[in-house]
């Protein structure tokens, strides 16, 4: 029942994502598509994370008939607590305010704010006189 009920769940995340990559190509705008796209990388990586950390655990359950109970109560927390948190720091670090402000906690003020302000200056700057070539 569980491999039905895996299978069938994947069949249908497939045939979403895989419609809703395509409705993304399809967008004109290079800005829209890029946030289409991150949008559906982030909620791969949150399912693919819930997906393995099940997976691992079903094949030592099954397999490793030898394991001690410790080992099976660590996968299994493991198992509960993983997808949970890694799932706010998943999306949280594929938000640029956040992204930035994790950076600016890291790194120090000065450095992010070069980094920031790096693309800023790139775009403001105009080439005077003629381009070689």
Not at 2 to 16: C, E
Not at 24 to 51: D, E, N, P, Q, W
Not at 113 to 132: A, D, H, I, S
């Amino acid at each position: 029942m569980r491999l039905a009920t895996v299978s069938f769940d994947l069949a249908l995340l497939g045939t979403s994502y895989t419609r809703i990559i395509y409705a993304a190509f399809r967008i004109s705008s290079g800005g829209a598509r890029a946030k289409a796209l991150h949008t559906c990388g982030s909620h791969l990586l949150v399912i693919l994370t819930i997906y393995l950390s099940g997976l691992s655990t079903s094949i030592v359950f099954r397999v490793a008939k030898t394991v001690s109970q410790d080992v099976q109560n660590l996968l299994s927390a493991i198992y509960l607590l993983l997808p949970g948190t890694l799932n706010p720091v998943i999306y949280g670090v594929r938000t640029r305010e956040i992204r930035q402000h994790i950076e600016k906690m890291l790194c120090g003020k000065e450095v992010a704010r070069e980094v920031r302000e790096k693309p800023e200056r790139l775009q403001n700057t105009r080439v005077k006189g003629k381009l070689p070539g």
